[in-house]
């Protein structure tokens, strides 16, 4: 009973490709999220999604598109890869706002992903 | 400009003691402030969430303090095991009450038998 699922774990492609990564979760959440962890396993946002709509969208280059079908799923699709885009992608879901017992964010197992 | 700093890389430490990491941030006002575990391969799993008008908050071996006015947030681990041995991130949302969360460095914390 996984709450937030990505696939694939791992992607290994040339440089130039496109790919796609997909996030969906079961927990009813509302805010759905995409992260970057470099390999000095810094994290950081770069999109947001809420009830499918985008609602953060941070300096990423446009090669990157998030698309969101419906609340549960949120996909990420990179156009013409670079060497620069390997990294570990992770998807999170929240509650719209955080309780005083809600896991505040949810995250998935990780994409990693190696562009050669 | 903006910062969040753990305060150090890593942190070893002897079973049985508490272990206290550090969050510092500047330049945030942030409506609430979470910490996370990460074990290596794994992503984040969330332990606890703190807001503004709260000092302190526990749950059962952990307990998170939040001083707004120094601006720091300090995260204990009592009794400390080999089992906590991971990576501790501190995280914060970027305006108060947006779903922009800013991470910390993270502290790799490791716990000596």
């Known amino acids: 009973d996984t709450a937030v699922s990505q696939t694939p774990k791992y992607l290994v492609t040339q440089m130039g490709n496109d790919k796609s990564i997909k996030c969906e979760q079961n927990?009813?959440?509302?805010?759905m999220y995409w992260y970057k962890q470099d390999s000095k396993k810094f994290l950081k946002i770069m999109f947001s999604?809420?009830?499918?709509?985008?609602?953060i969208n941070e300096t990423v280059p446009n090669r990157f598109s998030p698309k969101s079908p419906d609340k549960a799923h949120l996909n990420l699709h990179i156009n013409s890869l670079e060497l620069g885009d390997s990294a570990v992608y992770f998807c999170?879901?929240?509650?719209?706002?955080?309780?005083?017992?809600?896991?505040?964010?949810?995250f998935g197992p990780g994409t990693r992903l190696l562009v050669l | 400009s903006q910062k969040i700093e753990q305060n150090s890389e890593a942190l070893n430490i002897q079973e049985g003691k508490t272990a206290t990491l550090t969050c510092n941030y500047t330049?945030?006002?942030?409506?609430?402030l979470q910490w996370y575990r990460q074990d290596p391969g794994r992503g984040p799993v969330f332990l606890l969430l703190?807001?503004?008008?709260?000092k302190e908050k526990r749950k059962e071996r952990l307990k998170v303090t939040f001083d707004t006015t120094l601006k720091q947030s300090l995260f204990h681990i009592t009794a400390s095991q080999p089992a906590d041995s991971a990576t501790y991130l501190c995280?914060?949302?970027?305006?108060?009450?947006?779903?922009?969360?800013?991470f910390g460095t993270g502290t790799r914390l490791k716990v000596l038998a």
């Open positions: 703190i807001r503004e008008n709260e």
């Open positions: 999170a879901s929240s509650p719209q706002i955080p309780g005083p017992s809600d896991g505040s964010q949810y």
């Open positions: 330049n945030y006002s942030p409506a609430y």
């Open positions: 995280a914060l949302d970027e305006t108060s009450g947006t779903y922009k969360y800013i």
């Open positions: 927990l009813g959440h509302d805010t």
């Open positions: 999604y809420n009830n499918k709509e985008l609602i």
